[in-house]
Structures are given as structure tokens and as C-alpha cells.
T-cell receptor, first 114, second 115 residues
Framework: DTEVTQTPKHLVMGMTNKKSLKCEQH?????MYWYKQKAKKPPELMFV???????INESVPSRFSPECPNSSLLNLHLHALQPEDSALYLC?????????????FGQGTRLTVV | AQSVTQLDSQVPVFEEAPVELRCNYS??????LFWYVQYPNQGLQLLLK??????LVKGINGFEAEFNKSQTSFHLRKPSVHISDTAEYFC?????????????FGKGTMLLVSP
């Protein structure tokens, strides 16, 4: 199983809503990532978790709150977002440490903030 | 820090013609190199990767790429494209030995295959 599964595929939320994006992998990977991709742009790294601990935060606003409840799951909690936060949110996973070579991506969640 | 330059934002080509998508990178440390493909409204799929060894790497769907260390390039090629190859292609690097696969992407090249 080389899949990274993201839910939901599409999400529309108001600026006062609270929602969560979910990501799951069963490849035994211990590093998980959130990327944000605006239209016609490349993905940009947001967060990296390693062994369920936050290792990298690329100066992401606090209205985005990541969580890694266990080695297979990664969540992104959203609160008080702005329309400019509308984007494709991609989750990825990889081996960690010396065995790390490549990242496997999910299909993404298309988020629209209204 | 690393940077990736994809020289063409869009490459139009006719079906069954060969294609080359260009990628150059800059890094002060050793890197792994990747090509990912993104179909409309989809995630990223790994086409191929260069980690070490032979500089010519073969990937899925008939694509191949050649790593040239002196020119810091990693160009992607396919001898005969299909309509279904129409997609966005991203070249990316990650730092070797960092322990993570944190990717720095180029801006992407849109491959447009027409009949």
C-alpha cells in the first residue's frame, strides 16, 4: 500500500468556521508533511512532523494548527481563515532519517474560503 | 538553501513527438532530484528520482531524465508523447542526508499535447 489518503477532497468554509483536514498513511512512514499549493503555483511547505513531533513550521499563521495524533494520521485544523487561504492542501509522507529518499503525496483537499 | 529553475512555463507539442522539459538547480549541499507530475485537480505523482549512481534514470510512463552535475541540470525527456501526458510537471530537490524529504519545487512546466 503506497497510498496517502486525504479527506475531504473538497471543502467550502466560511471565515468564522472551524474545520479540519485529515491525512492517513499506512506505509510505516514516520515523517509527514503539509504543503499548500495556490493556483498555477508550485507546492510550498507548511509543516513537517517527525515521530509525531512538530519539527518544522515554515512561519505559518496560527489560524492553521497541525496535529499528529499517531504515526499514521496527520490533521490540519483550520480556524478564522481568509479568502486568500483558498488553495489545494497536500499531505505527504516519507521515511525518516537515513532511509529517507522520496515523499509520497495524497490527492489533496481543495479548500475554498468564502 | 536550494533553488530550482524550470526554464519553460509551457511546452506545446504534437502527439507522438519527442519532448524535453528543462530543469536546473542550485544548492550548496548534495541533493536528491525528482520529477513529479500533476494532472488537473489531482495530487503529485512521482515520475522518477535521482539519488546516486547512474546519471540516466528511467521512470514511469516512458519518461527518463539525465543528471548532469557539471551543468547542475536534470532534464526530463520522452521520445514520443501521448495526449494523456498533458499535465503540469514539477522538478524538485531535497537535501541529501537531512532526514526529511522537504522538497523545493521549480515553478512547473505545463506540457500541452495536441493531436
Amino acid at each position: 500500500d503506497t497510498e496517502v489518503t486525504q479527506t475531504p477532497k473538497h471543502l467550502v468554509m466560511g471565515m468564522t468556521n472551524k474545520k479540519s483536514l485529515k491525512c492517513e498513511q499506512h506505509m510505516g512512514h514516520r515523517a509527514m508533511y503539509w504543503y499548500k499549493q495556490k493556483a498555477k503555483k508550485p507546492p510550498e511547505l507548511m509543516f513537517v512532523y517527525s515521530y509525531e513531533k512538530l519539527s518544522i513550521n515554515e512561519s505559518v499563521p496560527s489560524r492553521f494548527s497541525p496535529e499528529c495524533p499517531n504515526s499514521s494520521l496527520l490533521n490540519l485544523h483550520l480556524h478564522a481563515l481568509q479568502p486568500e487561504d483558498s488553495a489545494l492542501y497536500l499531505c505527504a509522507s516519507s521515511q525518516e532519517g537515513a532511509r529517507n529518499t522520496e515523499a509520497f503525496f495524497g490527492q489533496g483537499t481543495r479548500l475554498t474560503v468564502v | 538553501a536550494q533553488s530550482v529553475t524550470q526554464l519553460d512555463s509551457q511546452v506545446p507539442v504534437f502527439e507522438e513527438a519527442p519532448v524535453e522539459l528543462r530543469c536546473n538547480y542550485s544548492s550548496s549541499v548534495s541533493v536528491y532530484l525528482f520529477w513529479y507530475v500533476q494532472y488537473p485537480n489531482q495530487g503529485l505523482q512521482l515520475l522518477l528520482k535521482y539519488l546516486s549512481g547512474s546519471t540516466l534514470v528511467k521512470g514511469i510512463n516512458g519518461f527518463e531524465a539525465e543528471f548532469n552535475k557539471s551543468q547542475t541540470s536534470f532534464h526530463l525527456r520522452k521520445p514520443s508523447v501521448h495526449i494523456s501526458d498533458t499535465a503540469e510537471y514539477f522538478c524538485a530537490v531535497s537535501e541529501k542526508g537531512s532526514g526529511y524529504s522537504t522538497l523545493t519545487f521549480g515553478k512547473g512546466t505545463m506540457l500541452l499535447v495536441s493531436p
